[in-house]
């Protein structure tokens, strides 16, 4: 948050946005970070720049982890057995939160005024 303002940085924000889109509003949040990806995508404030176009790039990750494995394992086993469906749980339930403590990571260090980058995305500053 920038103290002299009262406003909350766009660094924070893009943060925050990507907790929302795994936890409150998948839809919604991830509309809403588009929008200030598309702002602030070529800031030139580094710090802001870095973490819009990080959350950004880990929301995209965050969909495929949440949505295309989970469909590529039920294209690959049967649906109609137990131990597919176990697989499914713990896939989820395990990526679901790595991702959320990766975002709470992220968001600490946007608060604390310090960059970040995701693991596997750091080279896309």
Known sequence: MN???????????????????????????FMLLLLLFRRHRSSADALTRGHVRQAFAASLAAGFLLVGVPGLIALAGDLGQANTWTVLLLYFVCAHAALVLLGVLALARALAGKPYAYPLLGGFQ
């Open 3 to 29: 103290e002299s303002t009262g406003r909350i940085s766009p660094a924070v924000l893009a943060e925050a946005l990507y907790l929302v889109n795994l936890l409150l509003a998948p839809g919604l949040a």
